[in-house]
Each structure stands twice: as C-alpha cells, then as structure tokens.
C-alpha cells in the first residue's frame, strides 16, 4: 500500500506522496550526474507508483466470475472513462507510467512552453480525445514552478468541457501550488515533493532542473 500524506489548502487537496520509493527514485532523479536515458526510466517508474494513488477512488463494480475451484463476486474497475494529458514536453515523460497501470486510457496532448523572458506560458498545440469531457482526466507536468502553465492547461480542458480533472506533478513551488488553487479550488494536485521557493529565472529550488532538457537531452 501507498502511504501519503494529504495537506488541506483551501477546496482542493495536494496530496504529497511519500512512499519511501518514491522517495528514493526522485533523490535520484534531482542529482545532477543523472543521465536522460535514467532520468526518463525513473520519471516513468515514480508514474506508475503515482499513479496508485491518483486512481484510488475509481469505482468499483461487481462481476460474477469463476475460478479455477469456484464462482465468485469479484470487483472490476467501473467502465470509468479516464485521459492522460501531458503539457509538453516534459509531461510526457509521466504517460508512460500511467498507461502500464491504465493500458485503456486515451491520451490528450497540450503543448505549453515559458517564455524565457516573461516566464509566462504559450500555447502551441492542443489535441484532445473528442470525448474529453465525459472522462476522468489526468494533466501531468512534472514541474509546478509558477503554476502558469499547469492553470492554462486547465483553463484549456475546462472551456472544453471537463469537470473532473487531477494534476499530476513531480515536483512543486509552493507559489505554483497556491497559483494552482486560487484558480481551480476544485482540481486535487498530486506531487512527490514541494519544494522551498522559486529563483529569480523561475526554477525550483532545489528542484531538479529543467525536466523537459533532462528528459530529451537537449541541453
Ligand atoms: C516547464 C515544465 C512546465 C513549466 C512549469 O516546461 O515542464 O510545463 O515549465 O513552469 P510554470 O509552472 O512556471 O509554468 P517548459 O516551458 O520548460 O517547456 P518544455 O517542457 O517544452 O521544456
Ligand atoms: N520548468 C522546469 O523544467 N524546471 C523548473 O524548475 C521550473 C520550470
């Protein structure tokens, strides 16, 4: 089981993951001799984990079914819809883990990036399942730094419709936390660390980098 600890702020929850190998795995990750090709491998093993606890209140439904010695009642994920949507780039290294525990889940993309000067997120690319609003969506980024994308992102799915929406980061500011907040009481954020501040460039510190270049190795 996945122990975590749940912090109140306002109407939604932040919900922090401390399992010991979450934990240990974003250590890791946040050192700078870290690789991509280990750095892609462990954001998509802590997904996974993450995403234990993202998914816990999924419905359940009964089935009859029948073992090798008998029948039974047995429990079956409701026919709940769900959709995983990356911000580009970084996002997408957090799909992965997801659909391993999820393979049915439809995946939507938003492509978001900051301006390097004004820190302020642009959108380039929005492609998402035709039913989105019917499902249980899942936003990833794994970086919650000013929250200025994550709630463009949001904005984005809301004015097509969703209603149930998760956001799912590694690492937070607490700046993007209580942005994140303010703008959408009703969106549960779920993250493996929240970190002190923000610099002056807008990173996390101690943070981890810049996830998307970690990620594909562009710097
Ligand atoms: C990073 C990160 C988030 C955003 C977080 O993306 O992956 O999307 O910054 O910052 P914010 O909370 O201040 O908006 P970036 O713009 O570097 O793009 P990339 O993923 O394509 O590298
Ligand atoms: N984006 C990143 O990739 N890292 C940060 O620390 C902030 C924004």
Do not use: W
Request: glycine content about 8%; some cysteine; proline content about 5%.
């Amino acid at each position: 089981m996945i122990t975590f600890a749940k912090i109140t702020y306002h109407m939604s929850q932040v919900h922090l993951i401390d399992h010991p190998m979450v934990q240990h795995k974003l250590s890791i990750m946040r050192q700078k001799e870290t690789g991509s090709k280990d750095f892609r491998q462990l954001l998509k093993e802590i997904s996974l984990l993450m995403g234990y606890e993202i998914t816990r209140d999924l419905p359940l439904a009964d089935i009859e079914i029948e073992t090798p010695i008998s029948k039974m009642t047995a429990s079956r994920v409701l026919g709940r819809k769900l959709a995983v949507v990356p911000i580009l780039r970084a996002g997408l290294g957090m799909v992965d883990g997801l659909l391993d525990l999820v393979p049915v889940a439809r995946v939507g993309h938003i492509g978001l990036y900051r301006d390097e000067k004004t820190h302020k997120p642009v959108v380039y690319y929005c492609k998402l399942p035709e039913d989105i609003q019917e499902r249980l969506v899942i936003v990833t980024d794994p970086m919650l730094a000013t929250g200025g994308s994550s709630c463009d992102a949001l904005d984005m799915l809301k004015e097509r419709g969703c209603t149930n929406i998760k956001l799912m980061c590694l690492v937070a500011a607490p700046e993007g936390i209580e942005k994140v907040q303010a703008a959408h009481p009703d969106v549960d954020i779920y993250v493996a660390a929240i970190d002190e501040r923000l610099n002056e460039n807008a990173y996390i510190v101690p943070g981890l980098g810049d996830a998307g270049d970690r990620i594909f190795g562009t710097k």
